[in-house]
């Protein structure tokens, strides 16, 4: 170990890469990893991505090579759609090519590309608003039908917090894309979602049984003392760092800011 050397950006290359690795070297589905912490559940934990779909990029080109085809490749397919859904929101076709590119290559996205768990969520929340739009004025429940698989790949992508973030702003961009907007639709397009969840739940039900089962085991179950709820609360240094990093008014303290880095 050259001590005059770090290793790159603590998620991506202690976490991501060796986890995709191992994936990649024991056929993918297992259920525990005897590599990390001393042994750790694998399947079990959905940030594994161990049933999500385009995980085989690692299984063809390894975890090293396959990460960069990863991201790569959720960058095009999340531009592609998100122009997509945005023609299908009435928008020209220059808008629309301003807004993927700069949306696919802008800082959001850029910063989720270090956490591939929230990439690979996020990247198909345009797919979710081209069928709205698509079916707002139309059958809800054919939309609902269409919304299923996305929804499941999501659900295996490993971040159902983010997927759900994504669900709410894709709801809002279709029922406030005009003038139109009404409980009617709203009612419509909620309804659509019932149906895309559930088909969504159940085409993702291995991933689910899995971590449903894996959760009561976790110590986070028993609830979080308070020393260790204040280390990610919002004290007053923690604020000061989301706004002035460390290379421009250096903590005089020693302690490493990681919110400012992030």
């Given at each position: 170990?050259?001590?005059?050397?770090?290793?790159?950006?603590?998620?991506?290359?202690?976490?991501?890469?060796?986890?995709?690795?191992?994936?990649?070297?024991?056929?993918g589905f297992v259920?525990?990893?005897?590599?990390?912490?001393?042994?750790?559940?694998?399947?079990?934990?959905?940030?594994?991505?161990?049933?999500?779909?385009?995980?085989?990029?690692?299984?063809?080109?390894?975890?090293?090579?396959?990460?960069?085809?990863?991201?790569?490749?959720?960058?095009?397919?999340?531009?592609?759609?998100?122009?997509?859904?945005?023609?299908?929101?009435?928008?020209?076709?220059?808008?629309?090519?301003?807004?993927?590119?700069?949306?696919?290559?802008?800082?959001?996205?850029?910063?989720?590309?270090?956490?591939?768990?929230?990439?690979?969520?996020?990247?198909?929340?345009?797919?979710?608003?081209?069928?709205?739009?698509?079916?707002?004025?139309?059958?809800?429940?054919?939309?609902?039908?269409?919304?299923?698989?996305?929804?499941?790949?999501?659900?295996?992508?490993?971040?159902?917090?983010?997927?759900?973030?994504?669900?709410i702003l894709a709801?809002?961009?279709?029922?406030?894309?005009?003038?139109?907007?009404?409980?009617?639709?709203?009612?419509?397009?909620?309804?659509?979602?019932?149906?895309?969840?559930?088909?969504?739940?159940?085409?993702?039900?291995?991933?689910?049984?899995?971590?449903?089962?894996?959760?009561?085991?976790?110590?986070?179950?028993?609830?979080?003392?308070?020393?260790?709820?204040?280390?990610?609360?919002?004290?007053?240094?923690?604020?000061?760092?989301?706004?002035?990093?460390?290379?421009?008014?250096?903590?005089?303290?020693?302690?490493?800011?990681?919110?400012?880095?992030?």
């Amino acid at each position: 170990f050259d001590k005059d050397k770090v290793l790159f950006l603590y998620d991506l290359s202690l976490e991501i890469v060796p986890k995709r690795a191992f994936w990649a070297d024991s056929g993918g589905f297992v259920l525990w990893n005897p590599y990390g912490f001393f042994g750790m559940p694998y399947s079990a934990n959905p940030q594994s991505q161990a049933f999500y779909p385009l995980s085989l990029i690692y299984k063809i080109f390894g975890a090293e090579r396959g990460v960069g085809y990863f991201i790569f490749l959720h960058h095009l397919i999340f531009m592609l759609l998100f122009y997509l859904a945005l023609r299908k929101l009435n928008k020209s076709a220059l808008v629309s090519m301003v807004m993927c590119v700069g949306f696919g290559l802008g800082g959001f996205f850029i910063s989720i590309t270090l956490l591939t768990i929230l990439l690979g969520t996020f990247t198909w929340m345009p797919a979710i608003v081209l069928i709205l739009a698509h079916y707002k004025e139309r059958s809800w429940i054919k939309a609902g039908f269409f919304m299923t698989p996305f929804i499941a790949l999501q659900i295996l992508a490993g971040e159902v917090q983010i997927a759900v973030m994504s669900w709410i702003l894709a709801l809002c961009m279709v029922l406030f894309s005009d003038d139109k907007y009404s409980w009617k639709r709203f009612f419509r397009l909620a309804g659509a979602f019932g149906i895309g969840a559930i088909g969504g739940i159940l085409l993702s039900a291995v991933q689910l049984f899995l971590t449903m089962e894996m959760i009561p085991l976790s110590e986070r179950a028993g609830g979080l003392n308070i020393d260790r709820i204040l280390i990610w609360s919002l004290k007053p240094q923690n604020i000061l760092s989301l706004i002035l990093a460390n290379y421009i008014i250096p903590p005089d303290t020693g302690v490493v800011w990681s919110l400012g880095f992030f």
